[in-house]
């Protein structure tokens, strides 16, 4: 069962100038349906600055938003000038201080760039996106000045700034409307010729009163004219990242888009305007006048109402708010029925597809073909990143303690890889980023064993992964990665860390609650502990079989000591939130001794009737998280990027503990070896059979589902025998019954698949020989009754699904 997903806006479009020094003829905000702007203040205020910093502010704290996207904009925002820039800046830092990261951006024309600005946006860390519409010749057809003056050189001025190396870092990247007027390959060399950061190719704005030009007639020109850059991007390497290219790929893989006029991801910006207004996409402006409006503003509207606004809760639907057309296309996922405001239509609103829906299926059909028709590589034996021995361990469902420790050091480089990644996302602003980096390099001399040791706990990929994706700014995670590793190594260093919501984040060793209000503290190690300094408040955390310090401020992890098996029980990580399931407050003492007994139960029995997975689970499983469940449920989950843990909540018994253990531990071998190898086709968008559930699965779901139940088919094969009663021991029988049956079903489903690479078919083959010695084991009549009629019924359940979904 998903987890609910809370709706939140965390991408801020905020005016503060209304005007602009050009006279685009394509312009939505003036050029378009909607003359609200001439009624609007030319310069936000600092009132309003400030006001809408705390609403933003008030908003990410409430929904524990990791990172904040705001965006500067106009009408041509450097017509604010640098002192209300600043003030934008600083009061958007000040209200975020210590509730949510700022990614802070300007979209500009750049005829105004000059060093003094990029000087100002070097000091206050925000990035530049520039407008760009290719060549002189295409630039000026649309970018002019209102006497028709060309904007080019200007505009290259500023883009020759920004490609200096002390502005550099500034550079977001380039944006570009379509005309296809205009040469697609002169457009493209021309802006790859700049070196930006990334391309963002704009369709024009238009609607169904409105369509777009289609000079001669021709049925998808902006298709044509996008597969013609696409090819020459696709030929020379993909050598920079363009955006719509990009999102489509990323679509047909499953994945988000990375911009709103694709995929089906729910809506998570507003704009407010000049005068503090929320309004709504600025896109709408295109469809009609005021279109985009919602009647709130930012005294007396929170963002919570926002997007209780009747246009937000539209575009928080996925494909359940588009027309029936829409949601009957292939190519829908990718698409996501395009840009809100191109679907528009006087009369029927917004339920239509959109004006540009044929060049749309015919771009990602294009390139859903492209990508198909070239051929992957097949690997050789000598080629596999796995010993053959530990792949056909993996294959078999099991793996010993040596294969799965260089599983977890396979998981370790990547790790790594990661954290080298996120150095350079460090702004040259973000002093805290540099220090931390730079104690992490001293660190990695002096330390290099502790360091890894801090690297491989579980939650330090999804951190960084998140602040590759923009989520989360570096400097608080790497001070945490730095502050752990000197306390481990016991170092007499001194280092500050940034706080959130008042608790120092420790990863490994656990966490210290600090006063509210503090956004950082001092850390100092030793060798016989450490000390905290925050405010007023100091705290000495010393060594003694392990790390003790003053209840309730110290919050240690503590550790299940099995013979043989060391395993932490982490209820303080605020990174822990991975598992699908909600976590599980801080567990009491008493609580904590009910879970020791329950693991100390769970590793007697893995290690007595489960041997074949007992070493794997002593050499891999270092952390379990703690899980809420509503009356008491069994709920598990494992987190593909999260190497080393799982999360349950605590069940009724030991036996069933044992069983979440070896079930989940299951995904997280898998989720390793895939990892390193492909065992199936990531752009098969197919759906499959799957017999334990009514609806179908994606390649990858069913392999996932597949592998984990070779080992809850073998737990209830060896309950059957030693469960404690002889009814336990019916309903052993029975569940083995079923669960060998539906495992044999799925991998006959997924060697049927057509998806698998040959490593993948040799992996799922050697599932199969486990799962096929276990099909001639007698079991009684009874028992064989009840996992056919179970078969059966997931059956018809599957087929009336598949029916209605058809």
Known sequence: MDRPIQPALSQFVLKVHSRCDLACDHCYVYEHADTSWRGRPKVVSEQILAQVADRIAEHAGRHQLPTVHVVLHGGEPLLAGPVRLRRAAEELRRALRGVSALDLRMHTNGVLLDEKFCELFLELGV????????????????????????????????????????????????????????????VYDALVELAPPRIDFLLPHATWDTPPPRPGGAATPYADWLEAVYQRWDAAGRTVPVRIFDSVLRTLRGESSLTESLGLAPADLVVIETDGTFEQADSLKTSYDRAAATGMDVFTHSLDDVLEHPGMLARQQGIEQLCP??????????????????????????????????????????????????????????????????????????????????????????????????SGCIALSDREGAAAWELLTHLDAEAPAELDAVLAHPYTRPWALSVLEGRAAPAGGLAEIAAATVLRARLDLSL?????????????????????????????????GFTVGAGARRLDIGWHEGLEGPAPHWQPVRLFEGDGWSVAIEDTDPLRDRHAWP???????????????????????????????????AAGLRLITPLHAPHGSNVSAACKEAWGAIGAARPSSPDQLALLIVHEFQHVKLAAVLDAVDLYDTADRGLYYAPWRPDPRPIGGLLQGTYAHIAVTDFWRVRRETAAGSVERGVAETQFARWRR???????????????????????????????????????PAALSAADRSARRHRAEWKARAEGAS
């Open 583 to 617: 976590v599980s407050r801080r567990i009491a003492d008493d609580e904590i001794k009910l879970w020791a007994e329950d693991l100390t139960g769970a590793w007697s029995l893995i290690r007595r009737e489960l041997p074949a997975y007992a070493d794997g689970v």
């Open 496 to 528: 500050t860390v940034p706080l959130k919501g008042g608790l120092l984040r420790l990863p490994g060793l656990g966490g210290v609650l600090l006063p509210e209000g503090c956004d950082q503290a001092e850390v100092t190690g030793g060798a016989e």
């Open 127 to 186: 990035k530049i996106g520039v407008s760009l519409d290719g060549d002189k010749v295409s630039n000026d057809r649309h970018r002019r000045y209102a006497d028709g003056r060309s904007s080019h050189d200007k505009v290259m001025r500023a883009v020759e700034l920004l490609n200096r190396p002390r502005y550099r870092p500034l550079f977001a990247g380039l944006l570009c409307t379509i005309d296809v007027e205009n040469d697609p390959l002169a």
């Open 325 to 422: 057309q829409c949601r009957a296309c292939p190519v829908v996922r990718s698409c996501g029925g395009g840009l809100y405001a191109h679907r528009y239509r006087t009369g029927g609103g917004f339920d239509n597809p959109s004006v540009f829906c044929p060049d749309l299926l015919a771009l990602v059909t294009t390139i859903r073909d492209r990508e198909a028709a070239v051929p992957a590589p097949t690997p050789r034996a000598a080629e596999l990143p796995l010993e053959q021995g530990d792949f056909d361990a993996l294959a078999a469902g099991f793996g010993g303690a040596d294969t799965i420790t260089r599983l977890a050091a396979a998981q370790l480089d990547i790790n790594q890889e990661l954290l080298a990644a996120v």
């Open 742 to 780: 539906q495992t044999a079903e799925a991998v006959e489903e997924l060697l049927g698949s057509g998806s698998l690479t040959d490593l993948g078919r040799s992996f799922v083959t050697g599932m199969g020989e486990t799962v096929g010695g276990r099909q001639h084991e007698p079991v009684s």
